[in-house]
């Protein structure tokens, strides 16, 4: 099959490798020898290096790393140290199969029993190369709930005392910080049983500095010294008193017990090996060159002097050795020199340089020789191929290399097709060696560029190694050249290219060697197996850029993304299908216009069937525009009688510190308020909760700004459902922790209380933990601007009864005017929020869904919306603005509360005083203006009062000079760098000027400093220039 296809896209570079090339070569011409001498001159030279520099030994598939999923295999009995679960534990014993990959299993210690994760002991988050000689620890990955953080996520090989307590034995136990956990890599001693394979694995990974290879056969120490071993048969062990097998199948009743004794590293039963998990694992490594015929009847004979023969005799004796060199054998005067114990070749993990050398006597004929040399060339780069194709063509290089390799077996077996028909014409006497010379001159150069890509992609894995033999192509100039490069992209981006289709096609990653520029990280998982969605979303399919190959670079992003939908598209269980499309046969080719085309229609259809899906109103979508509206009609206050009905019948708890108030009482409040408004019809009220945060407003900014995030916002959350679950549930509910604050003043409900929204997979990942967060900080922000509005209220409310005593109106116009101007301000500021920022983007944000094309889009504007929301609000971007609006909030509540309560003595003696008028009835004109009469007196003494006045004063100047650092920042801001909204805001503020203008005066004192009431400015607002009436 390779074979026709080398035959034609390779035919005029390596001619030789024809398959129809079966007949004798023809007589040499009479030019033959002009031709390849000049041949010989336009032919690079063969000394030039043609290799790239090795990779490091870290780096090689076959070294193990950690983190990295093993099989612990037996050398005596090739079974697998296995651990069953069962109830209560586990059952541990030598009978398991090779640990084959089975995707992202829920419970990997039940399905996987042979599998074992391989973590450095001292540090489990290590991800380097193993050594002989590392402490490590063998885990089970356990099964944990969603939510549940109590219980352990691994189990570990460890030692325990056995039944009798005067050994130890291997078990299964959760006891990560004990150090029965510990097992040490040790190197296994050779043995006279000892195969060829385990003493070259074992020089290998001597020669490669101490790091561990899946071949390496090695003991497992203990904390006391004793290795694992091969215990007795299971069958046998069964028959005790003690032990019952009855239960067990039949081929965990072929396997061994798992004993620890014996400290004699020479034993077969102490030595193992660390196999990759799905990765398949061969003990003797396949060799091409063990069906080569011996050095027994050959003509030539190495004792033989070769000066001593004839010409004639000489020439068919070193074009006999010729032949069997290139076949990849020595003859009798050729011999292959071993360049490793000279450090003239490539050492560790390259190819080893093959040189051949031409042992004979002074006395052979020059010519012979020097033709000889000439062909040489073509020996070594054979023998690298062949090197090449053993080393590369191990399980643990992946399909990739398998398929490069099975490519260029093809070619081998061509060329010694080619071989043969050169010894056939050896035999019937019709071959020299400038005939030979003559004839292998497009082979020399095929092999030379194949020894180049060797050379250039050893060591490599996947898009890696098509990304060399790309590199080699691009610097070949000769044509030929570049389609025997082409056809060996073409035969290794096969099992790529499947592995491509089924990831854009299938949403499935296969790739169990670790191949595919696409990588699956499995612990971090969705909602529905305990992980957060945003995580899974971002970091769960990840693209590795240095293995992408160079001829789909461009559409590395489509690729990753369009699995990625189909991924999450499938999960949800959708039950609209997904439209069948016609899967593209991938092929490599140099115009790349034939697989570039099908992976954007791949994209596009991937795409918009998610996109589809999240915008379909249920139930056969997620109805995201749906849930989008009712973000907003709760969490900014879209429809806001739920929120006025919340504040009536929840203000005493608001006012409360939040450790007094149960979560539950809140909880019972907002859902009585939500089903009495007309939100009640929102299809998604249900998901709406409350919860408490342990975090300033101003904090939440702060961090934002910085790009940080709360460490303490899972924390709320789990406390909150521990606290509402348990209150629900009719236990004594547990009262929340108390907020870290710095004032008490914080400590309050209102600065606590946030609203909570829950979504399920997928719409998890549009409302991710990140995005919930920027919307309760919008909410907690309305709140409390809303919550100042409602106290000024209260304060208009008290006044109003002090309007209808005409001798004392006048002198209360102080605190008139300063109530309607801290209200006047808390109003624009809340019309601004709403009007002008969140409906209006809101607005826009939806109609923009309609022509997203991808859920990434989506995701972006959602973020870029929330973000242009909270900046426009002054919450982030600029620390100073809201730092001075905070302040300006505070004084003003601050005021509704000092207010009333300098008034309440006022209110009591006016009831002491008072004579009994429960009947309106009785009350007459006369009584009535008695009433005021008493009143006003009561009024006069209050403002006669030094103390009153003061405070008046005080807040005045305290406000003044706040709300005028606050529009002297707007205005340095809007200077520095000019943007609308900052300008709007400071328009509604300061519509006519008077803040400008009749506080000029102040404009140099601090924005936060208290002004006493003696530097006070006594000049007072004209009714006239004011921004409000009492």
């Not at 293995?547 to 999450?568: C, M, N, Q």
Request: hydrophobic share 35%; glycine share 6%; charged share 20%.
């Amino acid at each position: 099959m390779a074979a026709a296809a080398a035959s034609t896209s390779h035919q005029s570079y390596g001619s030789t490798f024809a398959p129809g090339a079966r007949t004798a070569p023809p007589p040499l011409p009479a030019s033959a020898a002009a031709s390849a001498a000049s041949s010989a001159r336009l032919r690079p030279s063969s000394t030039q290096p043609l290799s790239t520099p090795a990779p490091a030994a870290a780096t090689a598939p076959d070294i193990l790393r950690y983190g990295t999923r093993v099989g612990i295999r037996s050398c005596r009995e090739q079974r697998y140290i296995a651990a069953f679960q069962k109830e209560g534990g586990f059952d541990l014993d030598i009978s398991g199969f090779h640990p084959f990959r089975q995707g992202d299993v829920a419970n990997r210690a039940a399905d996987c029993p042979s599998e074992w994760l391989l973590l450095h002991y001292s540090s489990r988050q290590h991800r380097g190369p193993v050594r002989i000689g590392d402490e490590v620890c063998f885990a089970k990955e356990l099964t944990v709930a969603p939510g549940d953080e109590s219980k352990d996520k691994y189990a570990y090989l460890a030692l325990g005392a056995t039944a009798e307590g005067s050994s130890m034995a291997p078990v299964v136990e959760v006891r990560e910080s004990q150090e029965l956990t510990r097992w040490t890599i040790g190197a296994a001693a050779d043995s006279s049983s000892s195969s060829t394979t385990t003493s070259a694995s074992a020089a290998a990974s001597a020669s490669s500095g101490g790091l561990l290879r899946s071949a390496t056969p090695i003991v497992i120490r203990g904390k006391y010294s004793e290795c694992l071993a091969v215990g007795k048969p299971l069958v046998m062990a069964g028959k005790g008193p003690a032990t019952s097998t009855k239960f067990l199948t039949p081929s965990r009743l072929s396997g061994f017990q798992l004993a620890c004794r014996g400290r004699d590293l020479k034993l077969p039963e102490l030595h193992f090996r660390l196999v990759k998990a799905g990765v398949p694992f061969e003990v003797e490594p396949r060799r091409l060159s063990g069906w080569l015929p011996s050095y027994e009847g050959l003509k030539s004979d190495p004792t033989t002097d070769l000066g001593s023969m004839s010409l004639k005799e000489q020439e068919l004796s070193l074009l006999e050795d010729v032949l069997f060199c290139m076949l990849g054998a020595d003859g009798a005067f050729l011999r292959q020199v071993d360049l490793t114990t000279t450090g003239e070749g490539l050492h560790c993990e390259g190819l080893t340089d093959v040189k051949y050398q031409i042992q004979a006597p002074d006395d052979a004929d020059p010519s012979l020789l020097q033709f000889m040399k000439q062909v040489l060339p073509l020996c070594e780069c054979h023998a690298t191929v062949q090197q090449f194709v053993v080393k590369q063509g191990q399980f643990e290089f992946g399909m990739v290399n398998h398929a490069l390799c099975a490519a260029l077996q093809e070619l081998l077996k061509e060329f010694t097709v080619r071989v043969g028909q050169f010894e056939t014409s050896l035999r019937n006497g019709r071959l020299s060696l400038s005939q030979l010379w003559y004839h292998i001159q497009p082979s020399i150069d095929t092999f030379a560029l194949l020894k180049r890509v060797c050379n250039q992609v050893y060591g490599l894995i996947g898009g890696s190694v098509l990304h060399g033999i790309e590199e080699v192509m691009t610097r070949s100039s000769l044509t030929a050249a570049q389609d025997l490069c082409e056809h060996l992209l073409q035969q290794a981006s096969i099992p790529y290219f499947d592995m491509i289709s089924k990831w854009i096609y299938d949403g499935h990653l296969d790739d169990p060697y670790g191949e595919f520029f696409v990588s699956e990280n499995a612990r971090v998982r969705d909602e529905r197996t305990g992980g957060p969605a945003a995580d899974f979303w971002q970091r769960h399919f990840t693209l590795e850029e240095r293995v992408v190959p160079g001829f789909i670079v461009s559409r590395r992003e489509k690729i990753l993304h369009a699995g990625k939908y189909l991924h999450v598209y499938y999960s949800s269980g959708p039950t609209t299908p997904l439209p069948e499309t016609n899967r593209a046969h991938f092929q490599f080719s140099r115009k790349r216009n034939d697989f570039v085309e099908a992976i954007d229609a791949a994209y596009t259809r991937a795409a918009s069937a998610l996109v589809a899906l999240f915008m379909r109103p249920t139930p056969d979508g997620l109805d995201l525009p749906g849930r989008l509206r009712s973000m907003r009609s709760f969490f900014f206050l879209g429809k806001a009688d739920w929120f006025g009905q919340l504040l009536d019948t929840a203000s005493t708890e608001l006012e409360s510190p939040a450790t007094d108030v149960p979560l539950a009482r809140f909880e019972g409040l907002l859902d009585l308020a939500i089903r009495t408004s007309s939100v009640a019809s929102d299809p998604y009220f249900d998901d709406i909760s409350c919860v408490m945060h342990n975090f300033r407003i101003e904090d939440a900014c702060h961090r934002m700004t910085k790009g940080h995030t709360l460490p303490s916002e899972d924390q709320d959350e789990a406390k909150a459902a521990a606290t509402s679950s348990s209150s629900l549930r009719g236990r004594p509910s547990s009262t929340l922790s108390a907020p870290s604050t710095s004032t008490a003043a914080d400590n309050t409900c209102v600065k606590c209380f946030s609203l909570k929204y829950r979504t399920s997979w997928p719409l998890s990942i549009v409302f991710s933990k990140t995005m919930l967060l920027k919307y309760q900080v919008i909410f907690r922000h309305l709140l409390y601007c809303r919550y100042v509005e409602r106290k000024l209220v209260e304060v208009w409310v008290h006044h109003q009864h002090t309007k209808e005593f005409d001798q004392v109106r006048a002198s209360f116009s102080h605190s008139y005017s300063l109530r309607q101007r801290m209200l006047h301000f808390c109003r624009d500021y809340i019309y601004y929020v709403t009007i002008e920022v969140l409906e209006p983007k809101s607005h826009q944000f939806l109609e923009s869904l309609k022509n997203m094309t991808s859920i990434d889009e989506v995701l972006r504007s959602h973020e870029q919306f929330l973000d242009t929301c909270m900046r426009e609000l002054l919450l982030t971007g600029r620390d100073n603005l809201y730092r001075h609006l905070s302040k300006v909030l505070s004084t003003c509540l601050m005021f509704a509360w000092k207010l009333p309560r300098s008034a309440r003595g006022l209110d009591e003696e006016d009831t002491q005083q008072a004579p009994d008028y429960s009947d309106p009835s009785r009350e007459t004109g006369e009584t009535r203006m008695e009433r005021a009469k008493q009143k006003s007196q009561a009024v006069l003494s209050l403002l006669s009062q030094k103390q009153y006045s003061k405070t008046i004063g005080k807040f005045k100047d305290i406000f003044e000079s706040q709300l005028q650092g606050f529009l002297r920042q707007i205005q340095q801001e809007s200077s520095t760098r000019y943007e609308h909204f900052l300008s709007n805001l400071a328009t509604r503020l300061d519509y006519n000027g008077y803040y400008t203008s009749s506080l000029s005066a102040t404009a140099s004192m601090g924005a936060f400093t208290s002004i006493p009431p003696s530097l006070a400015v006594s000049q007072q607002p004209s009714r006239a220039s004011s921004p409000g009436r009492g």
